[in-house]
């Protein structure tokens, strides 16, 4: 097998709704909807928004119409995605569900279940989680130990998720359980996928924090959580083959790259109009590796609408943009010291500087470690 990043041009189609996006989100900002200069996690969640969102049509766009989606391409979806991350929009209530627990529901769910949920998700009104991640596992999905034991009426859920984020606000979570043992043979065998009503008793969610105090990771503990038979997604213990689909959109998309992104607005504002040789090498080098993932992102984007699973490129597109997030991280603070310049641009760059530091270093967890998916790619090579 080989990995193939085709060029994906953007289209006439997709220029003109960039266009659209652009003016809204000046339209938002006017309005104090939202401050694109607040990178901190909390600041990008916001129901009402995500509603206004989801009336503009822009959650839920490439699912089929027949499911309320809007039928558009993955290309389409890149676009609103890249600008509203690049404007710093508080998107997240509704982006883990557009981006994967939609398409899971439209492939996995019983009709009655994509009738009841998949209407409100497009209309923004619903936040999902994942439950893949545990204690002593890390991103080793197959390595999945909390149990779903079955039950006269269903399922009863124990065991602990952890790195979850958003849980504390979530509406829904699809989680992966083991309704099965693993063989010698085979690590994948034995997973099942929920949907799992957050509310739901025996459930409890607890903080875990970044170092600055801020709040966007958790620990659930699933102390004998029923879920109804409707509620299992796809086949038993055939969940390895569904997340693995799944995490092709986690993996692939703008996010990979541009969730520190907004430290470097106000870091050319602190180099200024004139900068030195030093100064502009550094900052052309963090360009130009931001403009080659944006590119490799874009042409997933189009394997995608080509009807294509492009796990190992999407891995590849994580792996690389996470690692160059944080080395952005990095490269800023060093040149910011070079500069002799201690007036609002700094205080403006050093106040950035601190809230993305302090959780920069999750990039590289959420949606698989550098290992994990270092080993995704080996595997597509025939390297493993």
Request: charged residues 25%; proline residues 5%; negative net charge.
């Amino acid at each position: 097998m080989t990995i193939r990043f085709e060029p994906s041009p953007e289209s006439e189609t997709a220029a003109k709704l960039r266009a659209e996006v652009r003016a809204f989100l000046r339209e938002e900002i006017a309005a104090g909807s939202f401050d694109p200069s607040r990178v901190e996690p909390q600041a990008k969640f916001d129901r009402a928004f995500s509603a206004r969102v989801g009336a503009r049509g822009w959650i839920g766009m490439t699912w089929p119409r027949e499911m309320g989606g809007h039928g558009r391409s993955f290309a389409e979806r890149y676009v609103v995605t890249e600008e509203m991350l690049a404007a710093n929009a508080p998107i997240r209530a509704h982006f883990v569900a557009d981006r994967q627990s939609g398409p899971v529901l439209i492939k996995y769910a019983r009709p009655e279940v994509r009738d009841q949920l998949l209407p409100r998700i497009v209309a923004g009104e619903l936040s999902f989680c994942i439950g893949m991640s545990e204690p002593d596992s890390g991103s080793d999905l197959f390595a999945a130990r909390a149990k779903a034991t079955r039950t006269n009426a269903g399922w009863s859920l124990s065991g602990t998720k952890l790195w979850t984020t958003l849980a504390h606000k979530a509406d829904w979570m699809i989680g992966i359980f083991r309704t099965s043992p693993s063989t010698e043979d085979n690590r994948r065998h034995g997973l099942t996928q929920f949907l799992i009503d957050m509310t739901s008793p025996g459930i409890t969610v607890r903080p875990v924090l970044f170092p600055s105090g801020e709040h966007d990771f958790n620990e659930i503990v699933f102390d004998d959580v029923f879920v109804p038979d409707e509620h299992v997604l796809g086949e038993l213990g055939d969940a390895w083959k569904q997340a693995t689909s799944e995490l092709a959109f986690e993996r692939s998309g703008a996010e990979r790259f541009l969730e520190t992104f907004g430290l470097l607005a106000p870091l050319v504002d602190l180099i200024g109009p004139a900068p030195q040789l030093r100064e502009a090498e550094s900052l052309g080098r963090m360009v130009a590796r931001l403009h080659t993932y944006r590119h490799m992102a874009m042409a997933v984007s189009g394997t995608m609408d080509r009807g294509g699973e492009p796990v190992a490129e999407a891995s590849v597109v994580k792996a690389g943009g996470t690692q160059w997030e944080q080395a952005m991280v990095i490269e800023a603070r060093r040149i910011s010291r070079l500069i002799d310049d201690d007036g609002p641009a700094r205080d403006r760059f050093e106040d950035a500087l601190q809230r993305i530091t302090a959780f920069a270093p999750k990039v590289t967890i959420q949606g698989g470690t550098i290992e994990v998916l270092n080993g995704i790619v080996a595997r597509a090579l025939g390297l493993r």
